[in-house]
């Protein structure tokens, strides 16, 4: 599958920054600092770029299970994404954050999760933009009330807490954790309350899909033991945002339908292992 299938290049979106059928929106978001994100929207963006926010946006409120970033209420963001004026599958959706795409893919999957498929990654994110001198803005859009966004849940993209412990080092799926290296080990864990793994999961961090600069990377090798198995692919993380980086990925390389996120992530996993 092209890169160019769900990713669009800075030139690209410079040239379709007018056309009144494509959305774009800010993505930029710092854990652990919840405003940063929008303050740096208001000081600057994309020119008729939106925001959404990663904890108020793209999650529902934080439970005793179900991690620290449940997937949102469907309706409440289905409305939300109606004032922007996305129209279901025909609107031209372009995402971007500063993160190596950690929260545009966020967004990217759960348009898609919704039956949106018309969206697209902004390759480099903002500081690509910036260091291209392409014009930015601190003007707010107006929102569109007439517009009118039919969420249509897949369901079948999720697998939950239930089903992982149901294949706990089974050879019939293949679980794959997407954070760094050292957190996948078990040597530190900066967020949850319990430093570990998954039993039987393999390691892919996210950011081996980009390279320092952000901007998407093709490596023939990252999914290749994948290639010629029938067996599923779920994709965890700490909390099922920057799993969606690897499912991404997974997309360009044409693995996409044999994939699911496991949306609660280790933060819902430790969440079973600390409860009473």
């Known amino acids: ?55 108020k946006d793209l999650s529902s409120p934080v439970k005793k299970h179900g991690g620290r970033h449940p997937l949102p209420n469907v309706e409440q963001l289905a409305q939300k994404l109606s004032s922007l004026g996305i129209r279901q599958t025909k609107t031209r959706v372009v995402a971007y954050d500063d993160s190596r795409f950690a929260f545009a893919a966020r967004l990217w999957w759960l348009l898609r999760y919704l039956g949106h498929d018309n969206v697209k990654i902004l390759d480099g994110g903002w500081t690509a933009w910036r260091n291209l001198d392409y014009p930015i803005s601190n003007q707010i859009p107006p929102t569109n009330p007439k517009t009118l966004f039919m969420a249509q849940p897949r369901l079948d993209w999720i697998v939950e807490h239930q089903q992982i412990q149901a294949h706990l080092n089974s050879t019939e799926i293949v679980l794959i954790d997407s954070r760094d290296e050292k957190r996948y080990r078990g040597e530190e864990e900066p967020i949850d309350p319990i430093a570990g793994q998954i039993p039987g999961a393999i390691n892919s961090p996210y950011l081996w899909v980009s390279n320092s600069e952000g901007y998407y990377q093709t490596q023939q090798d990252l999914w290749s033991a994948y290639q010629d198995t029938a067996k599923p692919l779920w994709v965890y993380c700490g909390s099922g945002v920057t799993a969606c980086v690897n499912l991404f990925s997974l997309e360009q390389f044409g693995l996409f339908s044999k994939a699911k996120l496991y949306p609660g992530g280790w933060s819902d996993w430790c969440s079973y292992l600390t409860c009473d």
């Open 1 to 55: 599958m092209s890169k160019q299938q769900f990713i669009i290049e800075p030139e690209i979106l410079l040239e379709q920054i007018q056309d009144p059928d494509t959305v774009i929106i800010d993505c930029r978001f710092r854990l652990g600092q919840s405003e940063w994100g929008y303050q740096e929207y208001l000081n600057s963006h994309i020119p008729g770029a939106y925001y959404l926010d990663l904890e």
